[in-house]
């Protein structure tokens, strides 16, 4: 088989699964610096137990590198994990995926079976597999979305049911038996309902961010500690369990996937544009805050944390950039730093504690835990994962 991608947070860890389940697993990429990592042994991204399981499956020669397409035509399956993702107008970009396509058709061949496995717009699918009915190839299309937590995939993809949908019955079984090896179970749905649970799933989760971050916005405003609120309403009672702490919920997935089931409800989805609002709406209410405590023009302040989440380096929508743009506005200095992130303007850790007069935590790393703020200085910790703030 082949993961076309399959270099990146979804294809490489999945690519690791497969070929220590036993199969053999080509990850075709573009990207020849990341391919050489990989051909060293080394994640180029972070991940959770990856680096010695990523080396077993190396050294048993199930896991094969290659930027050359021509190896689609051996594949029995192929997994596209090239999805849609949204464009400057907020509306998605189909052509993303169809490009793809486009570039390795020649390759592809009668019977063979396509995986889509990144987050699509509804009806992707079914287009795509019109696409083969139209250009030649009788490939059979199925769509089984990734519902893993980046960071744990490998993990998670041993531990989750997948969701299955095909067009043909060939296709549908070619992905069950995909998932066999070790997935615990398969959940067999109509292709627009999977690409639906898929969106469904992210917005339902966005939304949850946008509840608490709004209780969080509300309280405050007020002049009140909604952590002490928060940790009141959710103390042995079950039936808040489910709900977040406040903090800046982005990333590659969450704000994307809302927008676009949006989209495809013809903007009608106003609970999920709200979330929109609320959660991209968190990084100027933080500001807007501290210019009513602070003469933020005289104040360095410094950015704990700049990953879209906790313990990864990817930095992919995190919000700690928006509120960086806006603090370089308004803040005499602005200093950044972060213990996953590799980026030479950053600062040591000790630097920016020292010379900051604010500090904001802006994404929970377990590092922060150990956060000595010096008196006088304020602490915004969204998280209280250094306990106060």
């Known amino acids: 088989m082949v993961i076309i991608g399959g270099c990146g947070h979804v294809g490489l860890p999945l690519a690791i699964v497969v070929a220590l389940s036993g199969r053999t697993t080509t990850i075709l990429d573009v990207n020849l610096d990341a391919l050489a990592r ?136 070619a992905a069950r038996a995909f998932f066999h090896p070790f997935a615990p179970q398969t959940i067999v749905l109509e292709p627009m309902e999977a690409e639906l649970a898929k969106l469904f799933s992210n917005a339902y989760r966005y939304i949850q961010f946008a509840t608490t971050n709004q209780f969080y916005g509300i309280a405050e405003s007020h002049g009140l500690d909604y952590d002490r609120i928060y940790r009141a309403m959710i103390a042995d009672y079950p039936r808040l369990a489910s709900l977040p702490s406040p903090g800046f919920a982005a990333g590659p997935c969450l704000f994307k996937d809302t927008l676009q089931l949006a989209a495809f409800s013809r903007q009608s989805f106003s609970l999920g544009l709200a979330a929109v609002w609320v959660n991209e709406g968190l990084p100027e209410f933080i500001v807007d805050q501290l210019g009513q405590k602070h003469d933020l023009a005289s104040c360095t302040v410094g950015i704990l944390g700049m990953a879209f989440k906790p313990e990864v380096d990817d930095i992919r929508d995190s919000l700690s950039y928006k509120l960086r743009r806006l603090l370089r506005i308004e803040a005499q200095r602005v200093l950044c730093h972060d213990p996953y992130v590799k980026d030479p303007r950053f600062s040591d850790l000790e630097t920016v504690v020292r010379e900051s007069d604010i500090l904001i935590v802006a994404t929970p790393h377990h590092e922060y835990k150990k956060l000595a703020v010096p008196p006088g200085k304020t602490l915004v910790d969204l998280f209280k994962v250094a306990g106060r703030g």
């Open 38 to 173: 990989i051909g060293r042994g080394e994640m180029p991204f972070i991940e959770e137990g990856a680096d010695p399981l990523l080396r077993q499956a190396l050294d048993s020669g199930r896991l094969l590198l290659s930027s050359d397409p021509s190896v689609l035509a051996s594949a029995e399956l192929a997994v596209l994990v090239i999805g849609t993702p949204v464009d400057e107008f907020l509306s998605p970009k189909l052509d993303v995926v169809f490009n793809a396509l486009d570039a390795y058709l020649p390759h592809f061949r009668d019977g063979q079976t396509l995986v889509l496995r990144s987050t699509v717009y509804p009806g992707v699918s079914s287009r795509v597999q019109r696409y083969f009915e139209r250009r030649g190839p009788k490939v059979n299309v199925a769509f089984c979305p990734e519902r893993v937590a980046q960071g744990r995939v490998i993990r998670e993809l041993r531990e989750l049911p997948q969701i299955i949908s095909a067009f043909s019955p060939a296709g549908l079984e």
